[in-house]
């Protein structure tokens, strides 16, 4: 996914964007090369994302109905077409498959930090 931020300053002239740090190259943007193209190897950062959470221990029924709800949003068509304009990919899914990825994405980058050796000053 494009950083939405990013793409608007692209889209409206006030930056250049020289790569993008995905897999393939978004859409929108399908002259600008992903960092692997340009032989920089292990600049994907493919998965910008957002996601709903609940504190620990919400009943199962809670957690269902407002998936359910945020569903929904993503079928309604403007939500969809907006996030599509911006260079957003909908990946709408339950609970269960939002949690493996987020345990993923903290495993991720717990080994990129560590890869790194970056440390909070």
């Not at 692209?10 to 090369?33: E, N, T």
């Not at 340009?38 to 998936?67: E, Q, R």
């Amino acid at each position: 996914m494009l950083d939405t931020g990013a793409y608007g300053q692209v889209k409206g002239g006030k930056i250049r964007a020289i790569a993008v740090a995905s897999d393939k190259r978004p859409p929108m943007l399908p002259a600008v090369p992903t960092f692997d193209e340009l032989g920089i190897k292990g600049m994907t950062m493919d998965d910008a994302w957002y996601g709903v959470a609940a504190p620990a221990g919400t009943p199962a029924a809670v957690v269902d109905k407002v998936n359910g709800a945020v569903q929904s949003a993503f079928k309604s068509g403007e939500l969809g077409e907006r996030l599509t304009d911006i260079g957003g990919e909908l990946r709408p899914g339950d609970a269960a498959s939002f949690a493996a990825f987020w345990t993923s994405e903290l495993d991720r980058y717990a080994r990129l930090v560590k890869l790194t050796g970056a440390t909070l000053d």
